[in-house]
């Protein structure tokens, strides 16, 4: 339990930095410590501006267990969405994770990626994406098909690899929106044309801390409202 106390601990030093704290924020630019048996990877990108007048991209990984357990598990800042920096970013959850299904939209160098680390995962593209880029005969066809292979699970196409996992996970492994949510959070807070690349990803890690601190409070509270847990605890102190 110390170590959890201990993550928790830094996590709100962090956050008290990043809304003005005066902290050494040197000491508390860690990487995003996870727990959790997370097999689905939902990617995205979301283009910031840096200081000179240039820009870069953060990179936000959010994870899904099978019990639909779902959080951050990684924020990088890259200068552009490049084969080299989701190769990195591929490798870093690998090396934490079993994963099985990376979902995001139709970005080449992801696939390129995929490809050259030789991790065997899948990949799923994004629906939402997809149809907005097709007409609406072509959309009415492609639900036809999805609902089909929903029926009948048939694995193996980029876009039905959201079979793989749990029925009641299919809603969130069709698309990206997992990630495109997390990036509404980043939109609401606005980065500077003075910040470093450094302090962005600083900014961006601390509200990934927050979001996951976030999903863990609800779970325990719906844990908590279970009958079964209730009466448990009843016998238990009695």
């Known amino acids: 339990m110390l170590r959890e106390e201990g993550l928790v601990l830094r996590a709100l030093l962090l956050l008290y930095s990043v809304l003005g704290g005066k902290l050494n924020a040197k000491l508390w630019t860690q990487e995003l410590e996870v727990r959790g048996d997370f097999k689905y990877v939902v990617v995205d990108g979301k283009y910031v501006k840096l200081r000179g007048g240039r820009r870069g991209v953060l990179l936000i990984a959010l994870g899904l267990t099978d019990h ?3 959080a951050v598990l990684d924020v990088v800042l890259t200068r ?4 080299v920096s989701y190769w990195d970013l591929l490798v870093r959850l690998w090396r934490r994770y079993n994963l099985t299904l990376v979902v995001a939209d139709g970005v080449k160098a992801l696939d390129e990626a995929i490809s050259r680390s030789g991790i065997k995962v899948a990949r799923q593209t994004c629906l939402v994406h997809l149809k907005r880029r097709v007409d609406r005969r072509v959309r009415v066809l492609l ?3 999805l609902s089909l292979a929903e029926s009948v699970p048939t694995r193996g196409s980029p876009l039905l690899s959201y079979l793989l996992a749990p029925r009641e996970l299919w ?8 990630a495109e949510s997390f990036n509404s959070l980043l939109e609401r807070r606005r980065f500077g044309k ?4 450094w302090r962005i990803l600083q ?5 990934a801390l927050n979001y996951n601190l976030s999903t863990c409070y ?3 509270v719906i844990i908590l409202q279970e ?3 209730l009466r448990d605890m009843i016998k238990y102190i009695q």
Do not use: K, M, T, W
């Open 68 to 70: 639909g357990v779902r």
């Open 80 to 83: 552009e969405e490049d084969v």
């Open 143 to 145: 639900d036809l098909l």
């Open 171 to 178: 809603p969130l492994l069709r698309s990206n929106n997992l």
């Open 194 to 197: 003075c910040h470093s690349p």
């Open 203 to 207: 900014i961006a890690r601390a509200i």
């Open 218 to 220: 609800l779970i325990i």
């Open 227 to 229: 009958p079964l847990f």
